[in-house]
Nanobody, 124 residues
Framework: QVQLVESGGGLVQAGGSLRLSCAAS????????MGWFRQAPGKEREFVAT????????YFADSVKGRFTIFRDTAKNTVYLQMNSLKPEDTAVYYC?????????????????WGQGTQVTVSS
């Protein structure tokens, strides 16, 4: 029902910032819990951040807490992941995801809809 397209990935030096976008179409993001995940080569996909329908409730993985922020622009039907103080360990393909459920979602299996991913590379 909803299509997701990530953008904004690229190469950045350690300590820098990057903002990822997840543009939704077909449905309004106001009806979905939104999440961000990442997957590094040889690693399993891991949770990064999630946002409730209203955007008022957010939750972050310990590894990014205090550095990353998730927020929504409902006018653009887009969810963002603002990444600050980036580290080489943040290098991964980043995916956005959506689900109609309202409980906190931190697992890959919790989400029904996924974007194609965008590569983030942090150099030391």
């Amino acid at each position: 029902q909803v299509q997701l397209v990530e953008s904004g990935g690229g190469l950045v030096q350690a300590g820098g910032s990057l903002r990822l976008s997840c543009a939704a179409s077909g449905r309004t993001i106001s009806s979905y819990t939104m999440g961000w995940f990442r997957q590094a080569p040889g690693k399993e996909r891991e949770f990064v951040a999630t946002s409730s329908w209203s955007g008022e409730q957010t939750y972050f993985a310990d590894s990014v807490k205090g550095r990353f922020t998730i927020f929504r622009d409902t006018a653009k039907n887009t969810v963002y992941l603002q990444m600050n103080s980036l580290k080489p360990e943040d290098t991964a393909v980043y995916y956005c995801a959506a689900d109609r459920g309202m409980v906190r979602k931190t697992r890959v299996a919790d989400y029904d809809y996924w974007g194609q991913g965008t590569q983030v590379t942090v150099s030391s």
